[in-house]
């Protein structure tokens, strides 16, 4: 393939997405940017406060999630443990993704939306953690008692969620089918909690994109019925 048909290609599958990105960055400039610029804050402060010796278990009970916890304590900090970065890895990348993916998806798809589908990952990757440890080794989908122990951190899930949605979205079918394969490999190399979690976030956000593929057909419907009825019971026009 040349690179001329490369930039085609490259336009095609990413061209409707940067466009909308600037368009809102040059509208709003940082205010495009303040829910994740928010969140960049807030797991680098997580990342400090938890390194100190005293800040490390503050953080793990609001934030810490394990599946050996009841399932409305881990609810309840489900929703900062998102940003709070996994103890065995560099907390960079945890930054690097949130900065680049949320923010992305916070110009691309609004603020509350991307929250919801980051929101929604997460807690799917959360809750499937109990189900496979109740399915057991034995299970393709299960997961051995001892990870009913390991501590569920960090925006990974989302991350996935987030970059499935917005490529969705923006119908750039090469990075949403990249996203899925990778996941796909990675629980087939490295069969873990981490690795099985994602596959969750995956599931639910085919599940979040399917039923919203199916009422964005159905509202041009809507609208013409409902345009049609008001056709027909308008009063005639006097000329």
């Known amino acids: 393939m040349n690179r001329a048909a490369l930039l085609r290609a490259a336009r095609t599958e990413w061209g409707p997405l940067c466009t909308a990105v600037w368009g809102t960055l040059v509208r709003k400039r940082l205010a495009a940017v303040a829910m994740t610029l928010t969140a960049v804050a807030l797991t680098a402060a997580c990342q400090i406060v938890q390194n100190q010796p005293w800040g490390f278990e503050p953080v793990q009970k609001l934030g810490s999630v394990q599946a050996s916890l009841p399932w409305w304590l881990a609810l309840l900090r489900t929703p900062l443990s998102l940003f709070v970065p996994a103890l065995d890895l560099p907390v960079w990348g945890a930054l690097a993704q949130v900065l680049l993916v949320f923010g992305i998806a916070e110009c691309a798809v609004g603020r509350w939306r991307t929250l919801a589908v980051a929101y929604l990952a997460t807690l799917a990757g959360t809750m499937y953690a109990r189900l496979a440890i109740a399915l057991g080794p034995g299970s393709p989908l299960g997961l051995p008692p001892e990870a009913a122990k390991v501590i569920d951190t960090g925006p990974s899930a989302a991350v996935v ?12 079918w090469f990075t949403f089918s990249v996203v899925v394969l990778a996941m796909v490999v990675e629980v087939v190399l490295k069969p873990n909690l981490a690795g099985k979690e994602h596959i969750a976030a995956v599931a639910a956000t085919l599940l ?32």
């Open 208 to 239: 979040l994109c399917g039923a919203d593929e199916l009422s964005r057909r159905r509202k041009p419907r809507r609208d013409a019925h409902r345009e049609r009825d008001q056709r027909s019971g308008a009063p005639a026009s006097r000329s």
């Open 161 to 172: 969620g987030l970059a499935m949605y917005v490529s969705w979205r923006y119908r750039a």
